[in-house]
Nanobody, 121 residues
Framework: VQLQASGGGLVQPGGSLRLSCAASGRTFSRYAVGWFRQAPGKEREFVAGIDGSGSSTYYSDSVKGRFTISRDSAKNTVYLRMNSLKPEDTAVYYC???????????????WGQGTQVTVSS
């Protein structure tokens, strides 16, 4: 499966963005999708994940209650709605696909190209 992330940009603290991860392939619903982010000088970290059916979601403690992951199977797209953004959310955000949801990046075998999110006044 091939993935393409989009929707990043510059937003003020407290603002919102919605990232999209569009996938090719008819079997996309079989894949779990995770969102990861990587800030300069830091390791890539798990942000949120959703299983293939969309019935189970997972979040890191740092974004729980502010971010929401969802998927639209008809559009082969997974979304990450980000509210109450903070400067520390600034990073390149990546979506990735795997057979099961995991917080471990190496378990994902398909990655999108990344989209920059900058939270600054």
């Amino acid at each position: 499966v091939q993935l393409q992330a989009s929707g990043g940009g510059l937003v003020q603290p407290g603002g919102s963005l919605r990232l999209s991860c569009a996938a090719s392939g008819r079997t996309f619903s079989r894949y779990a999708v995770g969102w990861f982010r990587q800030a300069p000088g830091k390791e890539r970290e798990f942000v949120a994940g959703i299983d293939g059916s969309g019935s189970s979601t997972y979040y890191s403690d740092s974004v729980k209650g502010r971010f929401t992951i969802s998927r639209d199977s008809a559009k082969n797209t997974v979304y990450l709605r980000m509210n109450s953004l903070k400067p520390e959310d600034t990073a390149v955000y990546y979506c990735a696909a795997s057979k099961v949801v995991s917080m471990t990046a190496p378990l994902y075998n398909s990655w999108g190209q990344g989209t920059q999110v900058t939270v600054s006044s």
